[in-house]
């Protein structure tokens, strides 16, 4: 985040009629520049990561609250910083203790040779593309006989 100075308020005629032109400050003192969001970070990978993220987290807002003792303005800040953070390394921590857990099955290793494999493929495949060419049975043998087409 940057921060600029603001402009006593000598402003030319010219940028005051453009209407692309930034307005001025409205703070007397400072004005910030960019406001932007700070980037959140990747949330963690493990469970032992959300533990260390929220244990880190937790120092972190405890030396804030000494800090803020204080009272000056600065010290009140970083411990909204640091309470926010807190917070957010809280949820994410409960999120992975609480989380369903999800049952991933394991097939054992194939124990056939890979020529076993590649005879029964071909087995298969006889069986299924061979079962329309069976040869009939004896009844299907003795009408055929007897109408003679065979």
Do not use: C, K
């Amino acid at each position: 985040m940057s921060v600029r100075r603001a402009s006593g308020g000598g402003t030319s005629r010219n940028a005051a009629d453009d209407p692309t032109a930034p307005a001025p400050p409205t703070s007397s003192r400072w004005a910030v520049a960019e406001d932007r969001e700070r980037p959140a970070a990747a949330p963690p990978r493990s469970r032992e990561e959300a533990d260390a993220r929220y244990v880190a987290a937790r120092d972190a807002w405890t030396a804030a609250m000494h800090r803020a003792s204080s009272g000056r303005s600065a010290d009140l800040a970083s411990l909204a910083i640091a309470q926010q953070a807190y917070e957010e390394a809280t949820s994410e921590r409960d999120r992975w203790q609480n989380g369903a857990r999800v049952a991933i099955p394991i097939e054992p290793e194939d124990e056939r040779t890979p020529i076993d494999i590649v005879v029964g493929q071909e087995f298969a495949w006889r069986r299924v593309h061979e079962s329309g060419l069976r040869r009939p049975s004896l009844l299907g043998r003795l009408a055929r006989r007897i109408t003679r087409r065979g």
